[in-house]
């Protein structure tokens, strides 16, 4: 190895490697968490190359609790995912939407899956996430989906949660604010990286809307974002500190929230892979590893609300 590589390649990794021990010391516990939180881990097969069978091996060698998808919609495909569920002790959270652009034929995919995965799959999910509705939809329009999901709630007692991402109906947090303030059943999952990229800040303009929105969470998607992006590169390295810190407050009022509650606490670990994790240009190469990110993350939440 030549030695300019060399140096170069031990400058980056030590910095990387500095900045993994600073978070890890600044992670730990507060007190008011210690113990006390029921908390469950899902991993994501979003960039899982293997099967459902291989996938679900290896995230319960990691640790995990179990998995967030999205609905199957074959019966050959639940029957693969039931299996390997039943196979290595896992349980299972539904992503549930649509992508179609004509909103009649939208509302009515929607509401097929939501109804398939709250009462046609054998093992009762955690949950069901929802990518609701779009940006550009009416509140009127847009409403609906949420009417509809609060009389599957009801019906079935499966929480079913909407989440905060961009090009659906909760893109932006002041838009969130209008939904929350007129259907007191709204309940979030909170994938707030998105907020940061359409306000383009740490949203330190906009603190009262965001408290009022992280009262109504019941689920949460630990992908650090900043203001130029979703997602950061790695959120070991030291660069981010800024906006590891503000994604740590935001879980930590969440996290006091389910403490004096009782609730368990869903968390799945979402950093995505390319193009969401930035790569070298030509090459595609990713600039860190999506798996371990993710297991990190995991560990993280372990140790800081829980170990």
Known sequence: MKRRHFMSTAIATAGVISGMETLAGENSAPARFENRLSLKILGTNWGFAGSTDQFCAAIKKEGYDGTEMWWPGTKEKQAELLAALKKYGLEVGFLC???????????????????????????????????????????????????????????????????????????????????????????????????????????????????????????????????????????????????????????????????????????????GPPDYLPTLPYTRQPLADQWAINVYMMQLFRKRYVK
């Open 97 to 271: 939407g649509s992508g179609e652009q004509d909103y009649a034929r939208h509302l009515d995919q929607f509401k097929k899956q939501i109804d398939e995965a709250t009462t046609r799959f054998e093992m009762k999910p955690l949950y069901i996430n929802c990518h609701s509705g779009r940006d550009h939809f009416s509140y009127e329009q847009n409403k609906a989906f949420i009417d509809h999901t609060t009389a599957a709630t009801r019906k079935t007692g499966i929480p079913i949660y909407h989440e905060t991402h961009r090009g659906r109906m909760l893109f932006a947090a002041h838009i969130t604010r209008n939904f929350i303030e007129k259907n007191p059943e709204l309940r979030l999952t909170l994938d707030i990286s998105h907020w940061c990229n359409v306000h383009e800040s740490l949203l330190h303009d906009q603190q009262e809307t965001v408290s009022l929105a992280l009262s109504r969470v019941g689920h949460i998607h630990s992908r650090i974002g900043h203001e130029e992006g979703p997602q950061v590169n790695d959120p070991r390295a030291p660069e981010w500190e800024a906006a590891v810190k503000a994604h740590l407050a935001w879980w930590d009022a969440v996290v006091e929230q389910k403490v004096k509650s009782g609730e368990t606490l869903t968390v799945l670990t979402e950093f």
